[in-house]
């Protein structure tokens, strides 16, 4: 009996010696990435920097790995902000020499665990902090560590502006390489339907400058295929004209709910005017249901009618006039929501109804009250009114996502944010369970998406990627084994080909 426990006991120690979270194995993999750390500093211009965790006087390291959702940060061995897009070459070439895991982070807003955060080297993309507008083209050119506050201030004396996001805090990046949906989206279409061309640096070191002359290829895999084919260090977008524009926040409490629904399914069947959005937000905080409403007409004054049913509804608070553009996109107190651990998923509808607002809103009642009994600070639903056009002002198949453009199917977002890891679980559970309610009622009412594809900047983790590629995913597998064969990039988080 002596014999055979000393025998468990020591095939215990020696099991747990080689499981991956043992700590000669932490060890033995902190020091192997310390030293892809040193190679990296040693390797890039001075124009790049490398910065390390436990160094009270740089805070840059910290700043490197924060996201805009605690979950989705990681304790990285080390942080590294290249200046050049050469110095990203030398880097990915280190990187996949060694096979050392790695992140790309833009703007770090992020929700997805692991997309844009690691163990391994951190990389920060703040350098990259460039706006350059040519206006003889109607082109900007921005960098990709920008967030879209920044690109919008930058352009606003030559009252032009381009095709971005629609609340503060947002990066650049990350939402153009997954599509990007703005309050211009009615008028002009995605993001990526308003590129040019792309600065990247492939997984072997090459700078490309990738546009449709030079690589179709690519310039189709980039617009949606986020970081499979290398790193993206600028962006050339199409510009156009910026007057003042009209809208703002408007909160609403829980008994005039029912009006908010009556009036986004009006707004949605019969507002056709390309420069007239809404974003009604259904909340659960502190216990009880509420809205926030953003309108937007992108012009001095709307029209008369457009948005007089949302108007008349009684508020709590309004802050609705005519504005700058980028006033206006910072009326809206999206940054107040983070800070915390966060999950998106999505929904994609054809068109809203009585039937499917009714469930957003009880969606919302029921996951907000169950949910604050496990740890949930903010239970959130978005909906999105475009009109079924969106999708018309790219050819069909000029991107890697959307797959067909043949339906305008309308985006709508699920967002929980908690305090505790150990609520990760039952928070994910819940926003695939409330995406897969909201689906059925949209079936049942007769919209085609039950297998319908899904924003991949929403869609939570484990989305399966024909969800969101569709019968692109074929054509982009074999576009990433040309580009990096060595798989340099499935070495970084995020949807991987």
């Known amino acids: 009996m002596r014999q055979s426990l000393a025998t468990a006991t020591c095939l215990a120690v020696l099991l747990a010696s080689s499981l991956p979270g043992s700590a000669e194995s932490v060890e033995a993999r902190d020091s192997q990435f310390s030293s892809v750390c040193k190679e990296i500093s040693q390797a890039i211009s001075s124009a790049s920097s490398v910065h390390y965790p436990g160094n009270r006087f740089d805070a840059t390291f910290t700043k490197d790995v924060g996201h805009w959702a605690t979950s989705s940060s990681a304790k990285s061995a080390c942080s590294v902000e ?39 080297v951190q990389i920060a993309m703040y350098k990259f902090n460039e706006v350059k507008y040519h206006a003889d083209q109607n082109l900007a050119e921005v960098g990709s560590g920008l967030v879209w506050d920044d690109v919008y201030e930058a352009l606003a004396p030559y009252a ?39 600065e990247l640096v492939l997984p072997n070191g090459t700078v490309a400058a990738v546009r449709q002359d030079t690589y179709p290829d690519l310039f189709f895999g980039l617009k949606g295929g986020f970081n499979n084919f290398g790193v993206v260090t600028k962006f050339n977008l199409t510009t156009h004209a910026q007057t003042e524009v009209w809208g703002g926040l408007i909160t609403i409490t829980a008994d005039q709910l029912d009006k908010v629904n009556a009036a986004t399914v009006k707004f949605s069947q019969t507002v056709t005017d390309p420069k007239a959005q809404v974003l009604p937000t259904y909340n659960y905080v502190l216990g009880q249901p509420g809205l926030s409403l953003l309108l937007f007409y992108d012009y001095p004054t709307p029209p008369d009618g ?3 049913d949302y108007l008349a509804i009684p508020h709590f608070t309004k802050d609705v006039k005519t504005r700058p553009f980028l006033d206006l996109v910072q009326s809206f107190p999206a940054n107040a929501a983070g800070n915390q651990r966060a999950i998106f998923h999505t929904v994609s509808v054809l068109n809203y109804t009585e039937k499917l607002m009714d469930a957003v809103l009880n969606e919302t009642k029921f996951w907000g009250k169950h949910l604050s009994l496990k ?5 959130s639903y978005d909906v999105e009114p475009f009109l079924p056009t969106l999708l018309s002002h790219g050819p069909e198949g000029s991107s890697a996502y959307p797959p067909a453009r043949n339906a305008g199917l309308l985006p709508l977002n699920i967002f929980y944010g908690w305090g505790l890891e150990a609520s990760d679980k039952v928070m994910q559970d819940a926003a695939r369970q409330s995406a897969a309610r909201l689906t059925q009622v949209a079936v049942e ?7 319908a594809v899904l924003y991949g900047n929403y869609a939570i983790f484990d989305t399966p990627l024909e969800r969101i590629y569709g019968d692109n995913l074929p054509k982009l597998k074999a576009l990433k084994a040309q580009y990096d064969p060595e798989n340099v990039m499935g070495l970084a988080g995020g949807w991987k080909l």
């Open 445 to 451: 009412e007769g919209q085609d998406v039950a297998d």
């Open 82 to 120: 290249p200046g050049t897009a050469e110095d990203v070459g030398k880097i990915l070439q280190i990187l996949g020499k060694n096979k050392t895991p790695f992140a790309v982070k833009g703007g770090g807003h992020a929700s997805n665990p692991g997309f844009s955060s690691t163990e391994g």
């Open 306 to 308: 457009i948005f007089d």
């Open 160 to 198: 032009v502006n381009v095709v971005g996001g629609r609340v503060s805090g947002v990066g650049v990046a990350g939402f153009t390489l997954g599509g990007g949906y703005s309050w211009k989206t009615n008028q002009h279409g995605l993001t990526i339907d308003n590129l040019s061309g792309f």
């Open 375 to 379: 740890g949930g600070n903010f239970i």
